[in-house]
């Protein structure tokens, strides 16, 4: 793409795919489309520090930039930000965007700014973070919230990290770690659901004792939700103990309607309903899925 200016002023909606942009070419191309509302860039390469600045653009979608030294968006009306990237982006500014609601950043290495680059946004609703190191999430408007690690690190799994999220008027949280290594400690008093999935983390670690312990001190922060969905491996990783049952306090003894999938076929439908039943006490409904099948 030749350096030149480019003019469509009344252009709202602009999506690139696949194309080599260096800064200069793509800040004559944006500067020449002062009406975009909604941008799409989507594994374009040739970027250096790609800077996106306007007044008027609402959503703004970045997928596979994965060269760019740093991303810099200054749009104060920006509504809707995604961010994936598999590469070496080592710096992102989102601190002009004051007016976001919902946004995405879903890394594949890590970005080690990245909750200075989210903690002044303060009206955010809907808030996704996939496989990024994040500890600490405190908004005072989010709604929605996904936490997810998606990249199995066996040099880890015995290393725990501890995540603070303070969001009062949270009213779903979506959280998946195929690792199992993060403690979620959740004050969200409002909280309508909770999805947690660990489906993936049973397959390689054995399920003992210390499993167990460490599964009711992880459930116990979901204790504020009305609704709780567990997706685990197998049953197994729900059989707690009949001596752990004596000694520890049910971790949900608040949570008014609890769903349990698992990924392997069911062994023992009535010893895991008994376990349930102790996780969650004063449930007033208990659904058990396995392989296509629902046992209410």
Known sequence: MPSFYYCIPSLTVLKLDGIELADEVFHN??????????????????FCELKV???????FELIGIDEADSILVEAVNLRSFLLET???VCNLNLVSCKNLKNLTLEFFHHIPNVEDAISELLILESLTVVDSE????????????????????????DHKMEITVDTPNLVSFHYEDVNFTRK???????????????AYFGVRKKIDMNWYVDMIDFLSYFDCAKVVSLYVYSEECLMFPQKLRKFCRSPLPNVKHLKVETRCELKSESLLRDALLWLSPHTETLSIRSENKVRS
């Open 184 to 198: 979620v400690l959740l004050n969200s008093p409002n909280l309508e659901e909770a999805n947690i999935n660990l």
């Open 53 to 59: 600045s306007s007044l008027n653009l609402k959503s």
């Open 134 to 157: 994040i500890h600490f999430i405190q908004y005072q408007y989010l709604k929605v919230l996904v936490l997810e690690t998606t990249i199995i690190d066996a040099y880890n799994l």
């Open 29 to 46: 191309l944006f500067m020449g489309c002062p009406s975009l509302e909604k941008l799409f860039l989507h594994y374009c390469f040739g």
């Open 86 to 88: 598999h590469g070496g």
